[in-house]
């Protein structure tokens, strides 16, 4: 459900910009690193810095019209591709929700999207399992465990600096 404070609407609608946008030049400039299936997950930043302002359900929609959008706009809608990202930013979502709900008085950002990073690699992990019918992908999972600490820490400490600014102007704008 969209949010009815028109205020908080229009948030909503900068944020799904801004995750968009950070999609859009992380498959255009930063197609995958050196290793297939390693990101850097820009627009995760995006649900991280929503976490303070959306419920559970703005939150999941803004994750799901990104995913969707994206895909529209990069044609991978409905492909291989799709399901990836859409598996591992639902899973993302929701473990950093939870974090943040139960946690985010003794636990930064930085742990928040260390452990979205974490299972968002894990949940793209099981789909390949899925689609391949062999454990054997789980030969990425030592990479992938690493990639995912080294980003979700670097955009960790970013959410930490930009959220500082952020509940500032917007709680006071709310």
Do not use: C
């Not at 968002?120 to 690493?146: E, K, R, T, Y």
Request: net charge positive; proline share 3%; charged share 5%.
């Amino acid at each position: 459900m969209l949010p009815a404070n028109p205020k908080k609407l229009a948030l909503f609608g900068i944020f799904l910009s801004l995750g968009l946008v950070l999609q859009a030049i992380e498959n255009i400039y930063l197609p995958s690193m050196f290793i297939p299936g390693v990101k850097i997950g820009l627009a995760n930043l995006i649900t991280l810095l929503m976490l303070p302002f959306f419920g559970f359900f703005e939150l999941g929609l803004a994750v799901l019209l990104r995913v969707v959008l994206s895909s529209f706009f990069s044609g991978t809608f409905l492909s291989m591709a799709f399901y990836f990202s859409l598996s591992g930013a639902t899973i993302s979502f929701l473990v950093m929700y939870v974090l943040y709900k139960t946690l985010h008085k003794r636990l930064s950002y930085a742990g928040i999207s260390l452990a979205g990073a974490l299972f968002h690699n894990i949940a793209q992990l099981m789909v390949a399992v899925l689609v391949v019918g062999s454990w054997a992908v789980l030969i990425q999972l030592p990479i992938l465990i690493l990639s995912a600490i080294l980003t979700g820490l670097f955009l960790g400490i970013v959410g930490n600096i930009l959220s500082q600014q952020l509940e500032d102007i917007i709680s006071y704008e709310l």
